[in-house]
């Protein structure tokens, strides 16, 4: 396969001839694809059916009638269950809603308008504070951070989790950066699992901000795409603790993509000094969460064992849909220089570096011939990519079918886009 840069001109020029005769046959095709959001696609949603023939009605084996209100933490089973999945102590958990975003977002409003433990002061009585952004990342955790006006401060995604080199020297020396997102296991987008050394870097750094705090997105915790090459993020809170910064991380989780993506539940876990606050803070905005979901959940996913196998039952279902990703990139554009992308081991996304430039010509490209890619730029802060590189795919909604001609028309884009780049500089 030769590189395109190392082509002539008029190579070049025929190449791009025929590769827009492809891309109108596709066009005319009139297709509607769409690879927008990491959603679990239909036959992965009937992987839980089951929880709804729940064995047990309403009581617990306690005897707490989950109809009722009350347990503002959650069902004392559903925070067991996540405090084994995340290898924590029950008594570190609150259990909430379908959506760990939501927490996330109530978290930060929190914050903002009460303080956390330990702080002085509320964060919005401190001026104009900021957030460190690993990217690319999530563009709904930046989204939070635009909606209360939070400065974003971009650092770059390596390959073993955040420039910390970046982020030590940032948070050494300003008072006003107050949080840092994090998506430890499996990223999103690059998939990327952080380093031992990258946690214990985060947990033990210099933090000028006494109320710093790590929002430690653990959303694709067991979201393993191969059962001989798991990945598991060190344990942060344990961390934290080892280095005398206990109360340094707020950790999410969710069952959003293990039962249903719209109506799971989710967690937070922190120390007890933060748990302990966040109960009394949310029991004025809840009587209690809805524990008949809790109970169909802990029901249904009983213990880590089963959940594992449920994820491989998923796994099964959307790794030839990641496989399909990487065989259609490998073939048509290989290593002719253009792009780059994550060959991820788990989550729910693979990243895509075109030619730096070229993403913003490649979304145009791809939705007038009725291709829906995640707005290009939404992986950085505002939106706004500095390369114009990097693409987010989300594989696992489609058909295989459909997916496979997502792809190919994908390639064809980024082949064009290269090649017009390329020749406008000649
Ligand atoms: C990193 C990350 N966090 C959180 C979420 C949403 O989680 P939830 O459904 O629990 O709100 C997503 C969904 O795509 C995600 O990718």
């Avoid at 979201?223 to 060190?234: F, N, P, T």
């Avoid at 490998?330 to 996304?349: H, L, V």
């Amino acid at each position: 396969m030769s590189k395109y840069k190392e082509m002539s001109k008029i190579a070049l020029e025929d190449k791009l001839n025929t590769l827009k005769n492809k891309y109108e046959e596709f066009k005319a095709m009139n297709l509607q694809l769409n690879m927008a959001r990491g959603r679990p696609c239909y036959e992965q949603l009937d992987l839980s059916g089951g929880i709804n023939d729940c064995k047990i009605q309403y009581k617990t084996e306690a005897g707490t009638d989950c109809r009722n209100y009350g347990g503002v933490d959650g069902l004392p089973q559903s925070k067991e269950l996540f405090a084994k999945i995340l290898d924590m102590d029950p008594s570190e958990i609150i259990v909430g809603g379908n959506s760990s975003l939501n927490m996330m977002h109530d978290s930060i409003t929190r914050a903002l308008l009460l303080g956390v433990y330990g702080g002085e002061k509320p964060w919005v009585q401190q001026g104009k504070i900021k957030f460190i952004c690993p990217s690319p990342g999530y563009d709904r955790h930046f989204a939070i951070c635009e909606l209360f006006g939070i400065e974003m401060i971009t650092v770059d995604m390596k390959e073993d989790g955040p420039d910390m080199e970046a982020v030590e020297n940032l948070l050494a020396n300003d008072e006003l950066i107050k949080g840092m997102w994090c998506v430890p296991q499996y990223s999103n987008p690059d998939g990327v699992t952080y380093s031992g050394q990258v946690v214990d870097r985060l947990a033990g750094m210099k933090v000028k901000a006494g109320d710093f705090r790590i929002f430690w997105d653990n959303a694709y915790c067991v979201h393993h795409l191969y059962a001989d090459k798991k990945e598991k993020v060190k344990n942060i809170l344990r961390a934290c603790e080892a280095t005398g910064n206990p109360d340094r991380v707020f950790i999410f989780t969710s069952t959003s993509k293990v039962t249903f993506a719209g109506a799971g539940i989710s967690c937070i876990a922190a120390s007890m000094n933060n748990i302990e606050l966040i109960k009394r803070q949310i029991s004025k905005q809840t009587i209690g969460p809805d524990k008949m979901n809790q109970l169909r959940h802990v029901d249904f996913l009983e213990n880590p064992e089963k959940i594992d196998k449920l994820m491989e039952k998923h796994a099964k279902i959307i790794r030839p849909k990641f496989e399909a990703v990487q065989d259609i990139l490998n073939r048509e554009i290989g290593d002719r220089g253009i792009a780059k992308w994550s060959n991820p081991k788990g989550g729910y996304f693979v990243s895509f570096f075109a030619m730096k430039g070229c993403a913003k010509r490649i979304g145009v490209l791809a939705n007038e011939a009725g291709l829906t890619l995640t707005p290009v730029g939404a992986t950085y802060p505002y939106g706004s990519d500095p390369d114009d590189s990097n693409i987010r795919i989300a594989p696992t909604f489609p058909p295989l079918e459909d997916l496979k001609k997502a792809m190919e028309l994908f390639a064809l884009c980024v082949q064009i886009a290269a090649i017009e780049k390329l020749l406008s500089n000649k």
